[in-house]
């Protein structure tokens, strides 16, 4: 199917543009279109809203054709983050690119839970799984400097993608390729104050129902249940310090069981909502009596191989 055509980005004022923008977009089915319009708009004339605004010159010929196929692009199903390859989050501008997930704002709540855990904590170690561009990983960082924060991926493109941003934003994150928490050195086994991931949780029969959007994202970054969940819960209190925290991002009928899953090793576990109300964050605290067991089990071993 060939990209619908916006021959009308020539000659018009910005206000006029925006708004024939706008129903441009609504009829293409693109949600929030005022917005949208707006968005591009900033990207292609390298300024923020109040100058947009305060800018009335139609826009130069140049600048109205690259708007306009930024505006087809958009109607034909590219997620508007791969038009601009960028996304805010977190009042950080984070590159992105096709093949990489980009990172959702109900996902700065993650960040936000996981930050609360590290309050008191004096140069705290947190590992961030399943990185994607980095976003919460450089969220972290961004927010306590102090904290020494390593990020994993098992995909390539996540990782130089991930990198790249930290290298752009000018932030210290150690990322390292690999599956969950195996690329981690090893001298951080149990000296870990969090381990934070938005894992893929969209169950498989889900995906067919999705937005044309969403599954326009890398399907391993989307799909997964509750399986990486269980993994982390698993093996999470292998790296966490006495005290240190698990804090994952689910879906929205996944708090019982993902609740549960924690129970077993963590205390004080909980699921937290986020501003619609639905379920979107589990976190629990290791129990010192599964972190001094750990303890023990690592004195005997080396022990027996003395």
């Known amino acids: 199917m060939s990209e619908p055509e916006a021959p009308f980005v020539t000659g018009l004022p910005l206000v006029a543009l925006v708004r024939r923008s706008s129903e441009f977009l609504r009829a293409h089915g693109v949600q929030s279109p005022e917005a949208t319009a707006e968005t591009l708009l900033i990207h292609h004339l390298g300024v923020d809203r109040a100058g947009l605004y305060a800018r ?77 561009t980095g976003a919460v990983a450089l969220a972290v960082a961004h927010h306590r400097p102090d904290a020494n924060v390593l990020a994993t991926d098992v995909s390539e493109a996540a990782v130089t993608l991930a990198r790249a941003n930290a290298d752009r934003l000018r932030l210290a994150v150690d990322v390292r390729l690999g599956d969950l928490l195996e690329p981690l050195p090893a001298e951080l086994r149990g000296r870990v104050n969090l381990v934070v991931s938005n894992p893929p949780y969209i169950e498989e029969e889900a995906f067919d129902s999705l937005p044309l959007e969403v599954r326009s994202e890398p399907r391993e970054a989307l799909v997964g249940g509750t399986q990486l969940h269980t993994r982390l819960a698993t093996d999470g209190p292998e790296w966490l310090r006495p005290g240190g925290w698990l804090v994952v991002e689910i879906g929205d009928d996944q708090g019982p069981e993902v609740r549960s899953l924690l129970s077993a090793r963590f205390e004080l576990v909980e699921v937290l909502t986020d501003l619609a109300g639905r379920d979107r964050l589990v976190r629990g605290r290791l129990r010192r009596a599964d972190a001094a067991a750990r303890a023990l089990g690592g004195a005997t071993s080396a022990s027996r191989a003395g």
């Open 56 to 132: 009335s010159a139609p826009l130069d010929p140049q600048a109205a054709k690259a708007f306009g196929r930024s505006l087809c692009t958009r109607c034909s199903g590219t997620p508007l983050q791969h038009v601009t390859g960028e996304q805010q989050f977190m009042d950080l501008s984070l590159r992105v690119e096709p093949g990489v997930f980009v990172p959702r704002p109900e996902t700065e709540g993650l960040v936000v839970a996981a930050l609360e855990t590290l309050r008191g904590a004096e140069r705290p170690v947190v590992v961030d799984v399943g990185t994607g």
